[in-house]
């Protein structure tokens, strides 16, 4: 008897440890989370802006003239970042003073003290990417919030934030004469099936009224880059799935506006905070609404109903408009609920 006992005993913890083992390995790796209040009203506001860093030349000053300006108008509730912070490769370490040039000396106007939710281009992966991602250069100008892959929550908006890098093939396989600092990416199979998990994990989770994805790397674009294949393969179905309504990224130097034709979702490149002009146009298959070739940046303001996007030239000129409305809200005709 006690021996068949305490056999069953052995048995459970057994099981207990396996399911203990199981529970603790990739499947419950959580992105994290950051929690933005929304105005009094509900409502959010805020700029985009791309491929910035070069000391205020290119017109990045200009640039961050009008969104100042426009940050105002808008009462803006934070900055987001596409990408490619520092050119021409990154940061060289915490006291690169391409931090303060770049950044803190250049976006200086009040209203864009706020959160700048940043994430990492090609260029910064050229560099050290743990200067960027450290609290060394937060302690210089905390608004620099740069992390490979988080989530905004911000009540009737969550922002997905995606390390795109890592994705394209190119810069493992053909770096040229570049170096990238995969420290803490390499593996990169087993990096981009944990990132893909998580995120699946967490768009699945999602009950916000918008769903926002942003990545350096565009999925569709009609300029010099183009549309990057590993995101279309592996990235974009799990956005489809998953409802999601807008895709912001940088990376192509200018500003575009693309709708998918087989889903709700709309491309945003906001790309143009420095160098633009490349001159390159070549069509894709889904639906162009939107492009301009030059430098300027983007504005968003979201209402529960609502969605707004708008962007802006070097001088703070409206280039383009465009709304939705969202009728029925996502959580009502949730089928889980039915
Ligand atoms: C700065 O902006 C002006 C006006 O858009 C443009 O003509 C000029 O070429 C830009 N300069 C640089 C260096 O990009
Ligand atoms: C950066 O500068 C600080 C202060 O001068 C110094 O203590 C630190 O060692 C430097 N860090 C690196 C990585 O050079
Ligand atoms: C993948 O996720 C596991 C579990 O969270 C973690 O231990 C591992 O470091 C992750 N691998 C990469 C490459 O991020």
């Not at 006690?2 to 419950?28: E, K, N, Q």
């Not at 100042?68 to 970042?81: A, K, Y």
């Not at 983007?298 to 001088?315: G, H, I, K, Q, T």
Request: glycine residues 6%; proline residues 4%; hydrophobic residues 40%.
């Amino acid at each position: 008897m006690v021996t068949s006992i305490s056999d069953t005993t052995m048995a459970l913890v057994l099981i207990l440890s396996i399911l203990l083992v199981f529970c603790s390995g990739p499947a419950i790796a959580e992105l994290t989370r950051i929690d933005q209040p929304t105005k009094s009203d509900g409502s959010l506001s805020l700029l985009v802006v791309g491929d910035w860093g070069r000391r205020g030349n290119y017109n990045q000053s200009l640039v961050a003239t009008q969104m100042g300006r426009i940050g105002e108008e808008l009462d803006i509730d934070f900055v987001i970042s596409t990408g490619d912070n520092f050119y021409e490769n990154g940061l060289t370490g915490v006291n690169d003073t391409a931090f303060e040039e770049s950044f803190s000396n250049i976006y200086t106007a009040k209203s864009l003290h706020k959160p700048w939710y940043t994430v990492l281009g090609n260029h910064d992966y050229r560099g050290d990417v743990l200067a960027q991602l450290s609290d060394a250069v937060r302690r210089i100008d905390p608004r620099f919030t740069c992390m490979r892959s988080f989530i905004v929550n911000a009540e009737i908006a969550d922002f997905f934030f995606v390390d795109t890098t890592p994705f394209v093939n190119k810069y493992w396989t053909d770096p040229e004469d570049h170096h990238y600092d995969w420290r803490e990416v390499s593996p990169r199979e087993t990096y981009i099936e944990n990132l893909s998990k998580d995120l699946d994990s967490a768009l699945k989770e999602s009950v916000a009224t918008w769903k926002i994805v942003v990545g350096h790397h565009t999925m569709r674009s009609v300029s010099e880059h183009g549309d990057t294949k590993e995101l279309l393969k592996s990235l974009l179905p799990i956005l489809k799935a998953h409802e999601v309504d807008f895709y912001v990224n940088g990376h192509d130097h200018c500003l575009q506006h693309i709708s998918s034709i087989d889903s709700p979702i709309q491309y945003f490149t906001s790309g143009g905070g420095s160098k633009a002009w490349r001159g390159a146009f070549r069509p894709n298959s889904d639906m162009l609404q939107f492009f301009y070739d030059g430098q300027g940046f983007m504005s968003l303001r979201l209402s529960p109903l609502e969605a707004n996007f708008v962007f802006y030239d070097a001088f703070g000129r409206v280039l383009y408009e465009w709304g939705l409305a969202k009728v029925v809200t996502r959580k009502l005709f949730h089928p889980a609920a039915m």
